[in-house]
């Protein structure tokens, strides 16, 4: 009896309905405490953890994957990192902008530089019509703020021919491995060798950066990491979706050949702790790549286990969610 009368009439027979609202009002809590309780170096609050793993809840929840709910609050979250573009550039440092998976916004002073911007995620196991994931709108906008765009693989949670156009119609350059999008414009270009690629890449704004391209793996597919040097002189690393045994020997030297100030990687990157610990040894690792949706949620990537994983790292850690972001250092 006390159950009926609480329950709004409305919802009976609208489970639908009901999932909606309640993700709207989930989602307006978790964005106040992510708003409360910021990104932080090797500590996030109580408050903060229980925001993130709320998230993992909602995206676990496959009945979400194509409501209008879900995509309002990525809207949202996009929303804060454009909120963060639209002010001037930092004076000093690097400004750290996360999006979906493994996507992020790099900017300083004088140069804005993206790594695996995406629209959509068009595999089959996404319910969402069409895959369209993120706002063309939007998408559109970071786009106009951005210098250059690096592509690790050919995955289409990493690449996105659609975002590749709008960078190519401004006449900015995309960089990817080859065989994506060969052809498609004088502006999307291929950036890798057989082994360690060093190189200076002049931007359209008339900026100079430094990339090290390595030739990296995963399985079978060609997937380059970029270390690439700021104008500012920092360096940051994007290990795309870096997984094959075969290039241990190379990645294990990566701290010889250079130094790395914050790397953006793949938890599932082989031998994970020891990789970035002893092989790359970077100033500051941000573990990514969580819930993506294309996968079974099994495979999606839960902020709780990614707070497990580098529960021991000796390398300073950050764990960021879309739309946030950080100045380093």
């Not at 999932?19 to 090797?42: C, F, G, H």
């Amino acid at each position: 009896m006390g159950f009926s009368q609480s329950v709004p009439k409305n919802y009976f027979g609208n489970i639908p309905g009901m999932l909606e609202e309640q993700t709207d009002s989930l989602s307006a809590v978790i964005q106040q405490v992510l708003k409360k309780y910021p990104p932080s170096i090797n500590k996030a609050s109580s408050e903060r953890r229980l925001a993130l793993y709320e998230i993992d809840g909602i995206l676990h929840d496959t009945r979400l994957d194509s409501t209008n709910a879900l995509r309002s609050f990525i809207k949202d979250r996009y929303e804060l990192a454009l909120t963060a573009l639209r002010k001037p550039a930092p004076k000093k440092g690097i400004q750290i902008i996360k999006l979906y998976n493994h996507g992020f916004v790099i900017r300083t002073a004088t140069v804005t530089i993206g790594f695996d911007l995406v629209l959509r995620n068009i595999r089959a196991l996404a319910k969402i019509p069409e895959g369209v994931l993120v706002n063309a709108m939007q998408m559109k906008e970071i786009a106009d703020h951005c210098d250059v765009l690096f592509v690790s693989h050919q995955h289409p949670d990493h690449a996105d021919l659609r975002v590749a156009r709008l960078f190519a119609a401004q006449q900015k350059v995309v960089y990817t491995p080859p065989g994506l999008w060969e052809g498609e414009s004088s502006y999307i270009k291929v950036l890798r060798d057989t082994t360690l690629l060093r190189t200076k890449l002049k931007l359209k704004n008339g900026r100079m950066l430094a990339a090290n391209v390595y030739p990296g793996h995963q399985g079978e597919i060609l997937n380059n990491l970029y270390a690439v040097t700021m104008p500012e002189g920092y360096t940051i690393m994007h290990t795309g979706d870096q997984h094959a045994k075969r290039d241990l020997p190379w990645l294990r030297k990566v701290h010889e050949l250079q130094k790395i100030d914050v790397l953006l990687v793949n938890s599932f990157i082989d031998n994970f702790q020891q990789t970035v610990d002893e092989s790359i040894r970077p100033r500051l690792v941000i573990s990514s790549h969580q819930n993506e949706l294309g996968h079974t949620i099994d495979h999606r990537g839960p902020y709780w286990l990614h707070f497990r994983l580098i529960k021991k790292f000796k390398t300073p850690t950050l764990m960021m969610t879309w739309g946030e972001h950080y100045l380093y250092p």
